[in-house]
């Protein structure tokens, strides 16, 4: 394990009535520069980031690895990780901001209580005990499927906490409908945020309306090349392997150094 990856082993959220464990990544030479403040990352699902004996598909992303190797050979700036847990069998409700049908099961979304809980519970912890930016400009969220989802829309919410967001083969079947409105209603915060949306051309209905939502995104927010980046990863699937494979393409867009984003 990474010896720079530190654990919150039980926080408590008052928002979800749970207990979370928190995994920090802390970038090389964090310990001797006491008065940097460094940009924060915000990740979910990380049971699927860094080892491959806890991820559910028997693969993680080695997201550890990839961020302090692209942190050492100076492709992107000097970052905090915070990785968060999900929810186990509360994973889907969670990361949804509306209700829908799922495989037999009605889902009563709780993404506003897990947008509450990053917001005003992690989020203020984390600036608290580590040297963050603590402005939006130096906070950033990613996650995959839904998890790309949700960090889509708490961004979307929260753009006065959240400058940036890079949403890997986002779950934007769940909703396409309220998702487009939503998009229309926060027109502002689009305006504001970087933003990274990608898709596998090998994922199936999971890629069902991505591309779409990347065109609604890109005309409301004004299409700054900038700003916002849709990807397409051909022979990409929908997996913890791809991905792993590309993850290094948001992390340079977001972080990236005095180089092509």
């Known amino acids: 394990m990474n010896n720079h990856l530190l654990t919150i082993e039980k926080f408590f959220s008052e928002a979800l009535n749970d207990i979370r464990k928190i995994r920090v990544l802390l970038p090389p030479g964090y310990s001797s520069r006491t008065s940097h403040q460094y940009p924060v990352l915000y990740v979910h699902d990380a049971q699927n980031l860094f080892d491959d004996r806890e991820s559910y598909s028997g693969q993680a992303w080695h997201l550890d690895r ?5 942190i050492t050979t100076g492709q992107i700036q000097p970052i905090i ?16 901001h509306q209700d829908r049908n799922h495989e037999g099961q009605h889902i009563r979304a709780r993404g506003n209580h897990y947008e509450t809980f990053l917001s005003e519970e992690l989020k203020p912890r984390i600036d608290r005990m580590f040297h963050t930016h603590p402005e ?21 919410r929260r753009s006065d906490q959240f400058g940036a967001v890079a949403a890997l083969s986002p779950s934007c079947w769940w909703n396409p409908a309220a998702l487009k409105s939503d998009l229309k209603q926060f027109s502002n915060s689009l305006r504001q945020l970087k933003i990274w949306l990608d898709i596998g051309g090998r994922e199936g209905d999971y890629g069902d309306d991505v ?23 051909p022979d990409a699937d929908h997996s913890e392997n791809a991905w792993r494979n590309r993850v290094h393409l948001p992390l340079k867009f977001l972080f990236g150094i005095d180089r092509e984003k």
């Open 81 to 96: 990780l915070v990785a968060i847990d999900h929810g186990g069998g509360h994973r889907l409700a969670e990361f949804a």
């Open 211 to 233: 591309e779409e939502i990347a065109t609604k995104i890109a005309i409301l927010s004004g299409n700054d090349i900038d700003m916002l980046r849709y990807y397409l990863e």
């Open 66 to 70: 990839i961020v302090t190797d692209l």
């Open 136 to 156: 939006a400009r130096g906070n950033a969220l990613m996650g995959s499927s839904m998890g790309g989802l949700v960090s889509l829309n708490i961004a979307l």
